[in-house]
């Protein structure tokens, strides 16, 4: 059985002084694999990943491993304690308003001058020493003066310095009422087939401020640099957004199933040796980010959704019904809402009661199998 450590890291200071800190759990492999980091949380109400991490770690200690693998739960203790009521909020920084998930350091600035000076390096040489240099340029902003750095930002570069020591990224995420659906950078496409996920959504390799996007950019650019003094240099990380399906809950049962997905497709990657993971014979549809259609109510007032989630719909199916009862004498209470296109349904607000131009639904459209 493989030995499970844990190490509390701080990433911060609360308001009577005291450390804030989170939990990482570390297993070792025999170093042939590549070095794996999966994070949970980041969202407080985001909560399915610790499910998963649990599993994970049930799982992993009896597996023989090829890598070593840093998991985190409760990536960001501030937000997953941020309630109101029965509901956590903890998506974005209550003191600034930011996302949570949109405070990474983009790192890509390293490039040019990396390559200059590795131009004729191995592989294994560029991939160790970039590997330096994204860490080194992160402890860097985290060893700077105490006042640049807010409390999001210092958190995420504290999970950034982590990330960045592996070669693959997992963020495990939820949406608010969603289907499971994986972002994946559109390099990496054909590793998607080995999650045990359906839908795919393909996103181009720039940067938002997202985990994901902070791990595969910089080495995204890196390849494209090379490429550009005639070297063929394989973008040597992959990072993927994971979600998981909706907030506030968490389940253990389809938390076994994601584990199986993650370790399916680390199984591919050779993090796993002699594992019998392997992904199920699923149809599995892609969208690109440009085609990721976010509808907004189009009045206000209390919704039944009616698109089932992962549902393919036609154009001029109904996909909500809204009722306004403020207006039953005066106009139709009752309200069809349709789309005008083939889609196939991700998501949808949490909520039935919506202002006009809420956030009504994201729907997969020109999607393709994968």
Not at 19 to 32: D, K
Not at 60 to 81: D, E, F, M, R, W
Not at 204 to 230: H, R, V
Request: with cysteine; proline share 4%.
């Amino acid at each position: 059985m493989n030995q499970i450590t844990q190490e509390n890291i701080q990433v911060g200071e609360i308001a009577n002084g005291l450390p804030l800190t989170i939990p990482v759990y570390r297993l070792t492999g025999n170093g042939s694999g590549p070095s794996v980091y999966i994070q949970a949380n980041m969202h407080g109400a985001e909560v399915q990943g610790n499910a998963v991490i649990y599993q994970l770690l049930e799982k992993l200690k009896l597996q023989t491993l090829a890598s070593s693998i840093t998991l985190v739960p409760y990536a960001n203790p501030i937000g997953c304690n941020q309630k109101s009521g029965e509901f956590t909020l903890g998506r974005f920084d209550p003191i600034t308003g930011t996302n949570w998930n949109r405070m990474y350091q983009n790192h890509s600035h390293l490039v040019e001058n990396f390559v200059a000076e590795f131009n004729d390096a191995s592989v294994d040489t560029i991939k160790a020493e970039f590997k330096k240099r994204l860490v080194a340029a992160t402890a860097a902003i985290l060893d700077g003066p105490s006042y640049t750095l807010n409390t999001g930002k210092r958190i995420a570069l504290n999970l950034q310095k982590l990330a960045h020591q592996a070669d693959i990224v997992l963020d495990l995420h939820t949406g608010p009422i969603s289907a499971k659906h994986l972002y994946c950078p559109d390099y990496a496409k054909d590793s998607a087939r080995y999650f045990d996920i359906e839908h795919v959504l393909l996103i181009p390799n720039e940067f938002d401020g997202a985990m994901d996007e902070a791990n595969f950019c910089p080495w995204w650019q890196l390849s494209e640099t090379y490429k550009a003094i005639g070297r063929d240099i394989p973008v040597l990380v992959e990072a993927f957004t994971v979600e998981l399906g909706s907030q506030e809950k968490i389940d253990l049962t389809d938390a076994e199933n994601d584990a199986n997905s993650i370790l399916s497709y680390l199984t591919y990657k050779e993090a796993l040796l002699d594992s019998h993971f392997k992904p199920k014979p699923i149809t599995r549809y892609a969208c690109y980010l440009k085609d990721y259609l976010a509808f907004y109510a189009p009045m206000g007032g209390m919704v039944e959704y009616t698109a089932a989630l992962g549902s393919h719909i036609k154009a001029g199916d109904t996909i909500a019904k809204i009722l306004r009862m403020e207006r039953y004498l005066s106009e139709q209470p009752l309200n069809h809402i349709t789309l005008d296109k083939d889609a196939i349904t991700i998501l949808h607000f949490a909520s039935a009661s919506v202002n006009q131009g809420t956030e009504l639904y994201k729907f997969f459209t020109h999607y393709f199998e994968l």
